[in-house]
């Protein structure tokens, strides 16, 4: 089959290119890099021809308000650009518990995406994800100064981009869910707790300290970011790949 992965080059979308092709398929990655501009329309037509899935793993480059205009014009141009090029297959990787953070604007952007691809003309399939191991650095720099780090205790479910990366292919090669796959790795923390098992991993001196007020995962109530019944569980342990 072949696949056109927008957003192809980035950190999840260059290993489902990479996983698609061992897997004998024709996996073409495409981006702002290669010409191809979600928001203009510039090149989607052509990226999109003769292709039987369209995986979108693009991102909004900005986290507030704006990432809802980035979902809606992006989606538009490309469940425009499927329709017309035949594609059997949209896939999109969202977030575990997207639809509970009401008070996030990015999450609500998420949704969005989500909804307009349900509403949309092609079958579908959403790849929910928890949080990626390779980001926990950047979420401990949110609240951060030169001695201390200030965390919620918001439980989170670590997963290794490269096991994301393996679920959306692995759908993507498949028969459309029109529904969602939740994945997530194999170990819940607090997030306190694992900015504290990350520091100590690291050998970095700065301590942890517990604040339900800090930082963009305060706004999260609960456990809703961590995967329920029917989820895929990767084996990648936050230990063992930290180390």
């Known amino acids: 089959m072949k696949f056109a992965v927008i957003g192809g080059t980035g950190l999840i979308g260059s290993q489902v290119v990479q996983d698609l092709n061992a897997a004998g398929h024709q996996a073409v990655p495409h981006s702002l890099s290669t010409g191809v501009d979600i928001l203009t329309g510039q090149g989607v037509d052509e990226a999109l021809a003769g292709a039987d899935v369209v995986v979108n793993l693009t991102n909004s480059p ?63 399939s959403i790849v929910r994800a928890t949080q990626f191991m390779e980001f926990v650095d950047a979420v401990l720099s949110w609240t951060a100064d030169e001695k201390t780090v200030r965390l919620p205790r918001t439980p989170i479910q670590p997963i290794a981009a490269a096991e994301v990366a393996a679920a959306v292919a692995d759908v993507a090669a498949g028969t459309p869910l029109n529904g969602t796959l939740d994945v997530g790795g194999p170990d819940t923390y607090p997030l306190d707790e694992l900015g504290r098992l990350t520091l100590r991993i690291k050998g970095d001196e700065r301590s942890v300290t517990t604040d339900d007020t800090a930082g963009m995962f305060a706004a999260v109530h609960g456990d809703v970011l961590t995967t329920g019944p029917g989820a895929r569980i990767a084996p990648t342990h936050y230990t063992d790949w930290l180390k």
Not at 100 to 106: E, F, G, I, K
Request: aromatic share 12%; no cysteine; hydrophobic share 50%.
């Open 62 to 124: 900005t986290f507030d308000e704006a990432s809802l205009a980035f979902f809606q014009t992006s989606m538009d141009n490309l469940l425009a650009a499927a329709a017309k090029a035949g594609a059997g297959h949209f896939v999109i990787l969202s977030i575990v518990g997207v639809d509970q953070v009401p008070d996030l604007d990015y999450y609500r952007a998420k949704v969005l995406q989500e909804d307009l691809l349900k509403a949309g003309p092609v079958p579908y």
